[in-house]
C-alpha cells in the first residue's frame, strides 16, 4: 500500500540538527539553555497541536511534528562535572528546529 | 538597564539557573484540600477545553516574576483559572468581587 | 491565616476513600476563598456539573506509586509485558486497568547497567500523575528544577544516590505531553523475593530516578 503524507516530518532519526535562537513572547516551551545548540533527533514523536498556540486557546486544527532530541552534557554546559558520556533528552517541536547546513 | 530579558524570558525558565549552594529542600505534605479541590477543577476544565492545561501553564507564567516567585503552587492555578475565564467572556471581574465577598462572609472572613 | 506553602507539618492521614462531600475544616485563606468561588460560579452558569469536581478527586486519589511499582514489578518478571511497557506505555497500563485521563502518552525509561535515567519538569511540573498520583513539592522546586538539568549526579548525591563514573546519566527533561516513569535495574539478590517483596522496593523516589532500589532499606 501506497501511503501519501501531504505533511512529511521534516527530519529523521539520528540526523543532527541546531534548535534554533529566536524569542517568542507569551508562552515557549523551548528552555532558554537549548536554544543555538546543536543535538541528534533520537525519536519522532508523532504530532500535536503547537504548544505556543495551544496555550492561546487552540484546541484544534493543524499539528507540528515535534521530536524528542539528545545531547552530550558536556556539549549543552560550558562546565559540566559529571561523567562525559552523560546526556540529556528533551521533546522539541518542529518549528524550533533547524537543518545543518 | 534594558528590560528586555523581562519580556522574552518567562520567570518559569529557570533550567541550569541553579548552582549547587541551592539544595534541594526534599520536603513533601500532603495537599490542603482546596487545593486538591483546585487541582481537580483545573483538570475538569482542560477535559471540556474550557481552560486547556497549555492555557493554564500560560497563566501560571504570565503573572510576572514577582507573583510568580510568591504564590504557592497551586495559588497560581487557581489565579490563572480565573485570569482566563475573564480573559475568555466567562466569568467578569465583578462576578468575582461580588462572589468572593459572599463565599468569604459565610465563613465570616473579611478580604 | 493565608494557605502559606511554608507549612512544615505533614497531614500524614494516609489516603481516605469516603465519599463525603466536600468540607472545610478552618478558616479559609484568600486563595481557597477564590477557588470555591470559581468552582461555584461555574456549576451554576452550567460549565461544569456540580460533582464533577469531587469525581475527579477520587480519580486523583486512585492513584500512586502502588501502581508503578506493580508496573515495574511485573516489567521485572515477565519480559514480554517488560517489551509492551517499553513499546507502548499507555496500552500496557490499561492492560492493568489504569486509564491515561489526560491524554499525555506514558513513557517508561529503561535503566541498564550502562545507564541510569532521572527525570525533570524543568518549566512546570509534568510528571505522570495518571500512574504515580501527584508529585512530590521537591519535584516542582526550582532548585530541583534549575540543577536536575545542569548538574544531576549531585543532586542525586543529595538525595543519597552515587551513580559510578562508567554508568551514563540521563536527564529527561519534560516539555511536551510525554509523561515519563523510571523502570529501574532490579536489585541483585532479589531471586527469590515474592511479587510484594520487590514492589516494597520499588519506591516512587526510584520511578523518578532520584534514588535506586535498595534491600535493606525501611
Redesign the interface.
Same mark, same amino acid.
Given at each position: 500500500m501506497i501511503t501519501v503524507e501531504h505533511n512529511p516530518a521534516l527530519f529523521k532519526e539520528g540526523e543532527q540538527v541546531k534548535v534554533s535562537e529566536k524569542f517568542p513572547i507569551g508562552h515557549y516551551r523551548v528552555p532558554t539553555y537549548l536554544r543555538g545548540k546543536t543535538v541528534t533527533i533520537a525519536k519522532n514523536l508523532g504530532r500535536h497541536i503547537n504548544p505556543e498556540e495551544e496555550a492561546f486557546g487552540k484546541n484544534a486544527g493543524n499539528e507540528l511534528w515535534y521530536y524528542q532530541v539528545i545531547i552530550a552534557q558536556k556539549d549543552l554546559w560550558k562546565e559540566y562535572l559529571g561523567s562525559k558520556d552523560d546526556t540529556l533528552e528533551i521533546e522539541v517541536f518542529e518549528n524550533w528546529l533547524e537543518p545543518i547546513k | 538597564m534594558s528590560t528586555e530579558n523581562l519580556v522574552k524570558h518567562l520567570p518559569n525558565d529557570i533550567g541550569g539557573a541553579g548552582c549547587s549552594d541551592d539544595k534541594v529542600n526534599i520536603f513533601e505534605r500532603d495537599l490542603y484540600p482546596w487545593e486538591k479541590r483546585c487541582h481537580a477543577l483545573l483538570d475538569v476544565l482542560d477535559y471540556h477545553k474550557i481552560v486547556n492545561t497549555e492555557e493554564k501553564r500560560r497563566g501560571t507564567e504570565n503573572i510576572g516574576s514577582e507573583m510568580v516567585g510568591k504564590l504557592s503552587y497551586y495559588e497560581k492555578w487557581i489565579v490563572s483559572a480565573s485570569n482566563l475565564l475573564m480573559q475568555k467572556g466567562i466569568l467578569t471581574p465583578d462576578d468575582i468581587a461580588v462572589k468572593t465577598k459572599e463565599v468569604a462572609a459565610r465563613f465570616n472572613v473579611v478580604l | 491565616?493565608s +494557605? #502559606? /506553602?511554608d507549612?512544615? /507539618?505533614? /497531614? #500524614?492521614?494516609g489516603h481516605h476513600h469516603d465519599h463525603t462531600p466536600?468540607?472545610?475544616?478552618e478558616?479559609?485563606g484568600?486563595? +481557597?476563598?477564590? +477557588?470555591? %468561588?470559581?468552582?461555584? &460560579?461555574?456549576i451554576a452558569?452550567g460549565?461544569?456539573g456540580a460533582d464533577?469536581?469531587?469525581k @475527579?478527586?477520587e $480519580? &486523583?486519589d486512585s492513584r500512586s506509586p502502588v501502581l508503578g511499582s506493580k508496573l515495574v514489578v511485573k516489567a521485572w518478571l515477565e519480559p514480554d509485558f517488560k517489551d509492551r511497557l517499553l513499546k507502548d506505555g499507555n496500552a500496557a497500563a490499561e492492560e492493568m486497568g489504569i486509564t491515561i485521563? !489526560?491524554n499525555t502518552?506514558f513513557t517508561v525509561l529503561e535503566d541498564t547497567p550502562e545507564l541510569h535515567n532521572v527525570i525533570v519538569c524543568?518549566?512546570?511540573?509534568c510528571y505522570p500523575r495518571p500512574i504515580l498520583g &501527584?508529585p512530590? !513539592?521537591?519535584y516542582? %522546586?526550582?532548585?530541583?528544577? %534549575?540543577?536536575t538539568?545542569?548538574?544531576?549526579?549531585? $543532586?542525586l548525591a +543529595?538525595?543519597g544516590t552515587l551513580i559510578p563514573? !562508567? $554508568?551514563? $546519566? @540521563?536527564? @529527561?527533561? %519534560?516539555?511536551?505531553? @510525554?509523561r515519563y516513569m523510571v523502570l529501574p535495574l532490579r536489585p541483585a539478590g532479589t531471586e527469590n523475593f515474592t511479587q510484594e517483596q520487590l514492589e516494597s522496593l520499588v519506591t516512587r523516589d526510584t520511578m523518578i530516578g532520584v534514588t535506586i532500589p535498595k534491600i535493606n532499606n525501611n
Amino acid at each position: 500500500m501506497i501511503t501519501v503524507e501531504h505533511n512529511p516530518a521534516l527530519f529523521k532519526e539520528g540526523e543532527q540538527v541546531k534548535v534554533s535562537e529566536k524569542f517568542p513572547i507569551g508562552h515557549y516551551r523551548v528552555p532558554t539553555y537549548l536554544r543555538g545548540k546543536t543535538v541528534t533527533i533520537a525519536k519522532n514523536l508523532g504530532r500535536h497541536i503547537n504548544p505556543e498556540e495551544e496555550a492561546f486557546g487552540k484546541n484544534a486544527g493543524n499539528e507540528l511534528w515535534y521530536y524528542q532530541v539528545i545531547i552530550a552534557q558536556k556539549d549543552l554546559w560550558k562546565e559540566y562535572l559529571g561523567s562525559k558520556d552523560d546526556t540529556l533528552e528533551i521533546e522539541v517541536f518542529e518549528n524550533w528546529l533547524e537543518p545543518i547546513k | 538597564m534594558s528590560t528586555e530579558n523581562l519580556v522574552k524570558h518567562l520567570p518559569n525558565d529557570i533550567g541550569g539557573a541553579g548552582c549547587s549552594d541551592d539544595k534541594v529542600n526534599i520536603f513533601e505534605r500532603d495537599l490542603y484540600p482546596w487545593e486538591k479541590r483546585c487541582h481537580a477543577l483545573l483538570d475538569v476544565l482542560d477535559y471540556h477545553k474550557i481552560v486547556n492545561t497549555e492555557e493554564k501553564r500560560r497563566g501560571t507564567e504570565n503573572i510576572g516574576s514577582e507573583m510568580v516567585g510568591k504564590l504557592s503552587y497551586y495559588e497560581k492555578w487557581i489565579v490563572s483559572a480565573s485570569n482566563l475565564l475573564m480573559q475568555k467572556g466567562i466569568l467578569t471581574p465583578d462576578d468575582i468581587a461580588v462572589k468572593t465577598k459572599e463565599v468569604a462572609a459565610r465563613f465570616n472572613v473579611v478580604l | 491565616m493565608s +494557605e #502559606n /506553602h511554608d507549612h512544615s /507539618h505533614d /497531614h #500524614n492521614d494516609g489516603h481516605h476513600h469516603d465519599h463525603t462531600p466536600i468540607t472545610i475544616d478552618e478558616t479559609p485563606g484568600y486563595y +481557597e476563598i477564590l +477557588e470555591i %468561588s470559581i468552582r461555584e &460560579l461555574l456549576i451554576a452558569r452550567g460549565l461544569i456539573g456540580a460533582d464533577e469536581v469531587t469525581k @475527579q478527586i477520587e $480519580v &486523583l486519589d486512585s492513584r500512586s506509586p502502588v501502581l508503578g511499582s506493580k508496573l515495574v514489578v511485573k516489567a521485572w518478571l515477565e519480559p514480554d509485558f517488560k517489551d509492551r511497557l517499553l513499546k507502548d506505555g499507555n496500552a500496557a497500563a490499561e492492560e492493568m486497568g489504569i486509564t491515561i485521563y !489526560d491524554n499525555t502518552a506514558f513513557t517508561v525509561l529503561e535503566d541498564t547497567p550502562e545507564l541510569h535515567n532521572v527525570i525533570v519538569c524543568t518549566l512546570c511540573s509534568c510528571y505522570p500523575r495518571p500512574i504515580l498520583g &501527584l508529585p512530590p !513539592d521537591w519535584y516542582k %522546586s526550582k532548585e530541583y528544577r %534549575s540543577r536536575t538539568v545542569k548538574e544531576p549526579r549531585a $543532586v542525586l548525591a +543529595e538525595f543519597g544516590t552515587l551513580i559510578p563514573e !562508567d $554508568v551514563k $546519566v @540521563q536527564v @529527561q527533561d %519534560s516539555t511536551a505531553s @510525554q509523561r515519563y516513569m523510571v523502570l529501574p535495574l532490579r536489585p541483585a539478590g532479589t531471586e527469590n523475593f515474592t511479587q510484594e517483596q520487590l514492589e516494597s522496593l520499588v519506591t516512587r523516589d526510584t520511578m523518578i530516578g532520584v534514588t535506586i532500589p535498595k534491600i535493606n532499606n525501611n
